[in-house]
């Protein structure tokens, strides 16, 4: 198994022209084939100590990084990928900002036995390739990429139905599956009622948290109960349109942090900030405008609890565009789990008693 392993990475790499040999390099002695004869005499640790010495001589020999990526690649198909960790480490102190070389120590530590640092070098290849692949992305659209909080809001919303189609929605009702980090699935319906009417709960028994938008309610059998301190979740959960419309005039803020790479993707990185202080890291595609994830501390000023919420298959109903596939994790609660909508219905009539006691009906 852990041959064939190899063996596909070993293709792909190649195949990302890893091994490509450069032209045109001055008639220097090659630091990379002397750190090979050097390694077959003495061992690693004499290959170490001359490259020591090559480094202070830069000036007569020829640095070239295909060199000595071929070289590691030599050592692993020979079965020796200790010796060709050592040349690749030698080639990353020279380039240390080549994803190709990250590729290759990625390769060698596996074949080495040593999944958990392959890992960690194929995390700083991709970070390396990112980079590049981001400057790209910023010249190829230099002049069309929004610089402002409110131009990323403006054209998700516009990617979303526009102002007018989100105004137009007054209720939303949404029923989804959902599997618990248990592994059990549950079917669960939650309602949006304006300006900040919000329930949730499973569609079967009559459980389910709501909210005006300033008080909740936990509700049982046993009647409504009044939510304390940890209420706050669940009113900012209220908002229809997710505080995207009008928001300045809901106490929420935003912050634009920049234009990053998100699972090899550009995305606009913005950190919204609550009323109460809360914040969350939101980013919206640079390519479709559409929002990918939203992170935070689940429980705030704890990062153990660091949460995340992935956003996909957006798609459109009654005139606005929403995901209907969403995974999320709550920290160190569990591992991720997902959910599916499987229906939406827009502009529904709710009742107020949906959502408040029948005493505070107004």
């Known amino acids: 198994m852990v041959g064939l392993c190899l063996a596909i990475l070993m293709a792909v790499f190649a195949a990302s022209g890893v091994f490509a040999q450069e032209e045109g390099t001055e008639e220097k002695e090659s630091a990379a084939a002397v750190i090979e004869q050097v390694m077959e005499e003495t061992g690693i640790d004499g290959a170490r100590a001359k490259f020591f010495l090559l480094k202070t001589k830069k000036e ?13 690649n030599k050592l692993i198909q020979a079965e020796r990928p200790r010796e060709a960790v050592a040349a690749l480490e030698m080639a990353a102190e020279i380039f240390p900002n080549s994803a190709s070389v990250y590729r290759l120590m990625a390769v060698a530590h596996y074949a080495a036995g040593d999944a958990e640092q392959s890992l960690e070098f194929i995390a700083k290849m991709r970070s390396i390739r990112d980079e590049a692949t981001l400057a790209d992305f910023l010249k190829r659209n230099e002049g069309k990429l929004a ?43 939650r309602m949006y009622k304006r300006p900040y009417y919000f329930r949730q709960g499973p569609e079967s028994g009559g459980r389910f948290t709501a909210t005006d938008g300033k008080s ?17 979740p669940y009113i900012r959960m ?8 009008d928001y300045p005039t809901k106490k929420v803020s935003y912050t634009f942090i920049g234009l990053e790479f998100l699972e090899s993707s550009p995305v606009y990185h913005l950190r919204r900030t609550f009323w109460d202080g809360y914040q969350e890291d939101l980013f919206f595609s640079a390519i479709t405008n559409l929002l990918t994830e939203i992170r935070s501390d689940y429980i705030q000023g704890q990062p153990f609890m660091e949460s995340y919420k992935s956003l996909w298959n957006y798609r459109e109903v009654g005139g606005i565009k ?6 999320r994790n709550v920290g160190s609660m569990g591992p991720p789990h997902g959910g599916l909508f499987e ?20």
């Open 60 to 72: 007569d020999y020829s640095f070239i990084e295909s060199e000595f990526t071929a070289l590691g």
């Open 238 to 245: 209220a908002s229809l349109d997710n505080w995207l419309i």
């Open 216 to 232: 909740v309610w936990g509700v049982s059998d046993k009647g409504w109960r009044k939510m304390g301190g940890n209420a706050h």
């Open 147 to 189: 610089a402002t909080a409110e131009e990323v809001i403006e054209r998700h919303i516009e990617a979303t139905g526009g102002r007018k189609a989100w105004k137009a929605v007054k209720t939303m009702v949404l029923v989804f599956s959902i599997q618990s980090t248990r592994g059990q699935q549950t079917r669960m319906v």
């Open 343 to 362: 229906e939406v219905k827009i502009n529904v009539p709710l009742d107020d008693s949906l959502f408040i006691p029948p005493k505070d009906k107004k």
């Open 322 to 327: 929403i995901p209907y596939i969403f995974i």
